[in-house]
């Protein structure tokens, strides 16, 4: 992510608890400002390995869950080609 994109994240519009679409307005500013690339060069060399496992973990049954085969390719791999 860029730093203009940065300037466009605003973390003071997190708020969690309110109301459906408020926590999910939230949870994507959040998940923004996890993904950027200074934050995560800093975290990952940090966490154990049993904590990146968790992680992958915590998140793949996330996926897995919550998008058809199709979407989980186009989605999240960027591959809109793919054919089982």
Known sequence: MNKEADQDIDFQEICFGLNRETDER??????????????????IPR???????????????????????EEYHELFLGDPDHHH
């Open 26 to 43: 939230s949870l994507a500013i959040f998940l923004k400002l996890f993904s950027r690339d200074e934050l995560l060069q800093t975290l």
């Open 47 to 69: 966490l154990g390995d049993d904590e990146i496992i968790q992680l992958v973990d915590q998140l793949t049954a996330v996926l897995r869950n919550h998008l058809q085969e």
